[in-house]
């Protein structure tokens, strides 16, 4: 069983305002995501073969606004309602699925840079079922302390899986290789002297 690690784990002042632990996780993906020029994420994504049910690139982002903030309330009801218990179990749980959050969200946070920065397909996987499979884990038991934190990781832990089956289907579609999935060359960047046909010439 997974141990609290402090050294791992979110400070507890974060756990224990709602608005910061709200906020924060919603603060760090949207950091990551705009490090990167969304028309470029986007053209790669279409640049990929992908597997069937892909939605379009617009829906990521307020989804996983969405999902960032129930994440981030789940961890203050279970942090607020475990460490109140006189329980030395629930209290010791509470600590353990601290410890899980914090992995769990580091190992969302550098999904995006392999999948389409580093185009690593199947590091990307890697990292996506181990986020997965342990965020089931923290899912089951912080439930355990709270059952309304469960409820909002369970809607995350179910977009892990369609994203899991995104990612591998994206890396076998494509022969786990993406270094030839160019990006369109922005107009600016064109060398000199060479003739380009635009087909939207009439």
């Known amino acids: 069983m997974t141990t609290y690690i402090s050294s791992l784990t979110i400070p507890s002042f974060v756990f224990e305002q709602p608005a ?49 903030g129930c994440m981030g309330y789940a961890a203050y009801r279970a942090w607020s309602t475990g460490m109140n218990s006189f329980d030395p179990q629930t209290i010791s749980a509470t600590k353990h699925g601290a410890t899980l959050y914090t992995i769990q969200l580091g190992l969302n946070l550098v999904w ?6 580093y185009k690593r397909p199947i590091e990307a996987t890697v990292d996506i079922v181990a986020l997965t499979g342990l965020t ?18 369970a809607p995350y832990l179910g977009w892990l899986g369609f994203a899991t089956y995104l990612c591998a289907g994206a890396g076998y579609l494509n022969g786990w290789d993406f270094s030839d999935k160019e990006r369109p060359m922005p107009p600016s960047t064109k060398p000199t002297g060479t003739k380009y046909v635009d087909e939207r010439a009439d």
């Open 20 to 68: 910061v632990s709200i906020l924060l996780p919603i603060a760090l993906g949207t950091g990551v995501g705009f490090s990167f020029q969304p028309t470029e994420t986007q053209d790669t994504y279409h640049a990929l073969k992908q597997p069937p049910l892909r939605p379009p690139p617009k829906v990521f982002g307020p989804m996983w606004t969405a999902l960032y």
């Open 112 to 117: 995006m840079p392999l999948f389409f920065k």
């Open 136 to 153: 089931g884990y923290m899912t089951y038991v912080w439930s355990q302390v709270d059952a309304v934190a469960g409820y909002f990781l």
